[in-house]
C-alpha cells in the first residue's frame, strides 16, 4: 500500500528527477540511514496527504543527536566502502 502510495506521490504535483544509479553502487550516504529509520516508525497511511502529514511530522522530530552520528562516521564509511572495493559493508 505504502509503495502505491509513494508511486502516486511521484506522479502528481511534485517535479522530482530520479537520477540513474549503477547496479551495484554502493550506497554510503546518511541520509539514506535516516530515510531507514523513518520509514521503520511510518504509520500506516491511506492517502497522499495523510503519508505527506506522517513524513512531515516524522523528519520534524528527528533525534539530532543520530544525524550527527551519522555524519561524522562518513570517514569510517568511505574507508570501508573502499576497503570492500565498493561492495557491502557493515553500514
Known amino acids: ?8 506521490l511521484l506522479k502528481t504535483s511534485y517535479v522530482i528527477f530520479r537520477l540513474p ?4 553502487s554502493p550506497d554510503v550516504s546518511p541520509v539514506e540511514h535516516e530515510w531507514d ?6 504509520p500506516s497511511c491511506h492517502s497522499v ?14 533525534p539530532q543527536d ?9 570517514p569510517d564509511r568511505v574507508v570501508a566502502c573502499i576497503a570492500a572495493g ?4 557493515r553500514y
Open 66 to 74: 543520530n544525524i550527527r552520528c551519522l555524519i561524522n562516521s562518513m
Open 21 to 24: 544509479w549503477p547496479a551495484r
Open 86 to 89: 565498493g561492495g557491502p559493508t
Open 1 to 8: 500500500m505504502l509503495i502505491r502510495i509513494q508511486q502516486e
Open 49 to 62: 496527504h495523510d503519508l505527506e502529514l506522517a513524513v512531515q511530522d516524522l523528519w520534524v522530530h528527528l
Open 37 to 42: 529509520q523513518l520509514k521503520r516508525q511510518m
